[in-house]
């Protein structure tokens, strides 16, 4: 298992342009979740995904966008970046079992945006 | 809603002592869990423990230990022995079950913990 692989590692956009930020995870977990770490702040919930087809918002949702159509893939997507933007970019799934849930985070997306 | 205060911002200590990470949380449910993860300079998060909140035993493992006391919503992370390799960023976060977990964790500002040789 590959576990949460998210591309790229690195970014860097000007503003005003607008990408994607690709996460898939081979776990077969319901749940996916996108975090941005700024310093100081630590990791803050932007959206998360219960399902294929089922998306909502989290703590700092303004200015991306979500859509979930495979169990494995949970993209981020940018649609204009600003500087306020420059972050680090965590993406996690978790699975419904037991009890809660252990969050696998991805590698991580340094994002840069002048 | 839910909140979790790591209020030391930054540690440091020499190489072999022992120390203590504090975590504050607030949260309405009576069911939560609890987490505890290390993020070395690599940048990687490294899950180190789970706590379920009817569970109040304290763990150890090897020289980390928690201490979880619902009476003064804390769960506390102390390390024995330091060492250089446990110089890292380490953050509490909180879930709340109500979407069975799905919605994602809380997380403290994170501690800044510098082990000095």
């Known amino acids: 298992n590959a576990g949460v692989t998210q591309t790229p590692k690195f970014q860097v956009l000007k503003t005003g342009q607008s990408m994607t930020l690709q996460c898939a995870q081979d776990?077969?977990?319901?749940?996916m979740s996108w975090y941005r770490q700024d310093p100081g702040m630590g990791l803050r919930l932007i959206h998360y995904?219960?399902?294929?087809?089922?998306?909502d918002q989290g703590e700092v949702p303004n200015g991306y966008n979500v859509s979930r159509s495979t169990t494995e893939d949970f993209p981020l997507r940018l649609l204009s970046a600003a500087p306020s933007q420059t972050s680090v970019y965590f993406c996690?799934?978790?699975?419904?079992?037991?009890?809660?849930?252990?969050?696998?985070f991805g590698p991580g997306t340094r994002l840069t945006v002048t | 809603a839910q909140k979790v205060t790591q209020a030391q911002t930054e540690i440091s200590v020499v190489e072999k002592e022992d120390v203590t990470l504090d975590c504050v949380y607030e949260t309405r449910d009576t069911t939560y869990y609890l987490f505890w993860y290390k993020q070395p300079p690599s940048g990687e998060l490294v899950f180190l423990i789970r706590?379920?909140?009817?569970?109040?035993q304290n763990e150890i493992s090897g020289r980390y230990s928690w201490n979880f006391q619902k009476s003064t919503s804390s769960f506390n992370f102390t390390i024995t022995a330091s060492q250089v390799v446990d110089s890292a960023v380490y953050f509490c976060?909180?879930?709340?079950?109500?979407?069975?977990?799905?919605?994602?964790?809380?997380f403290g500002k994170g501690t800044h913990l510098i082990i000095q040789p």
């Open positions: 996690a799934s978790s699975y419904s079992g037991q009890g809660v849930y252990e969050q696998y």
């Open positions: 995904s219960v399902g294929a087809g089922i998306t």
């Open positions: 706590r379920n909140s009817f569970d109040e």
């Open positions: 776990m077969n977990h319901e749940y």
């Open positions: 976060a909180l879930s709340e079950p109500t979407g069975g977990g799905a919605d994602g964790l809380t």
